[in-house]
């Protein structure tokens, strides 16, 4: 969380958390060869940021799913499990929340509110 911070220091609580929660998400997938790294959610989190994307829904996933595959084979069976993954950001989890707000050095009051 906060390499990601220091990595895309324009980056939202907002874009940082469904980030992090797409990773964690992937991570728990099975078939999804070769799991995103540290250098693929900066790379992710940065196009979002220079996109200006504000949230990220499964619209958004499907446009930037490349960012999270290591190589272009990669990118089926993430596609497959956009669904998955897209559901997975709506789930409340305050352990990435207290990572980001850690991170961004703010309480979780504001993070509610943010959101």
């Given at each position: 969380?906060?390499?990601?911070?220091?990595?895309?220091?324009?980056?939202?609580?907002?874009?940082?958390?469904?980030?992090?929660k797409i990773n964690e998400c992937?991570?728990?997938?099975p078939g999804v060869q070769k799991?995103?790294?540290?250098?693929?959610?900066?790379?992710?989190?940065?196009?979002?940021?220079?996109?200006?994307?504000?949230?990220?829904?499964?619209?958004?996933?499907?446009?930037?799913?490349?960012?999270?595959?290591?190589?272009?084979?990669?990118?089926?069976?993430?596609?497959?499990?956009?669904?998955?993954?897209?559901?997975?950001?709506?789930?409340?989890?305050?352990?990435?929340?207290?990572?980001?707000?850690?991170?961004?050095?703010?309480?979780?009051?504001?993070?509610?509110?943010?959101?």
């Amino acid at each position: 969380m906060k390499i990601l911070r220091r990595r895309v220091p324009d980056a939202s609580p907002q874009l940082v958390t469904a980030v992090v929660k797409i990773n964690e998400c992937i991570k728990m997938i099975p078939g999804v060869q070769k799991k995103p790294g540290l250098r693929e959610l900066i790379d992710l989190l940065a196009a979002l940021v220079r996109d200006r994307i504000p949230t990220v829904n499964e619209n958004v996933l499907h446009d930037y799913i490349g960012y999270l595959a290591k190589q272009k084979s990669h990118i089926k069976s993430l596609r497959e499990a956009l669904a998955r993954i897209e559901r997975h950001l709506e789930i409340e989890d305050r352990r990435v929340d207290e990572w980001v707000a850690e991170a961004f050095a703010i309480d979780g009051a504001v993070l509610e509110m943010a959101a």
